[in-house]
């Protein structure tokens, strides 16, 4: 499919190889154990994998600029989460929000009366703040924990990635076609 979206997201995924990669060509600042791990994390936990491929479905679901903002929103606000951590700044309830996320994003999907890019966007920043957090608060600040943040970054995406593609997948099935809607 050659949509201008699906192009977009090939573009956003280059930009992010072309981030990524540099840091990889240079073992001495990047620790290849720690990015394995950070590929890992969000794979092999449920909370973050539900959360991560929702928002992609979401974003799917709503369509058109929510395709790149939602997902955008979560990977964004992400960042900020764990820069806060890694800042000593605080951030409560980090547990139960990233336990909320999932079901809250599951039902924002079903929902008709969620689905606006704004809401989108809004619930997916507001979660994503939350899964980074609980990350950079256990990260000490070394090479290891780099590798950790480029790889947990990485796998993000790809999980949006795939969740993008179910989203739209789903609603080719049921034909509502939601990049028009
Ligand atoms: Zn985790």
Redesign the pocket.
């Known amino acids: 499919m050659s949509t201008p979206s699906s192009a977009r997201l090939l573009a956003l995924a280059a930009a992010l190889s072309a981030v990524a990669l540099p840091a990889l060509a240079h073992p001495g600042h990047l620790d290849t154990a720690g990015f394995l791990d950070g590929v890992g994390?969000p794979l092999g936990?449920l909370?973050?994998l539900v959360a991560m491929v929702t928002v992609g479905v979401y974003g799917a679901t709503i369509g058109r600029r929510a395709l790149l903002a939602v997902p955008g929103a979560f990977v964004g606000m992400m960042l900020l989460g764990g820069a806060l951590a890694l800042a000593g700044i605080g951030l409560p309830l980090v547990e139960p929000m990233i336990y909320a996320s999932t079901v809250v994003l599951v039902l924002l999907c079903l929902m008709p009366m969620s689905r606006t890019a704004w809401i989108g966007v809004v619930f997916a920043g507001w979660f994503g703040l939350f899964h980074g957090f609980?990350?950079g608060a256990e990260m000490p600040a070394d090479a290891a924990a780099l590798g950790y943040a480029a790889g947990f970054l990485l796998s993000t995406i790809g999980l949006h990635a795939v969740g993008l593609g179910l989203g739209l997948a789903i609603h080719r099935l049921l034909g509502r076609g939601a990049v028009e809607a």
Request: no cysteine; charged share 15%; glycine share 16%.
């Open positions: 994390h936990g909370d973050h609980a990350h």
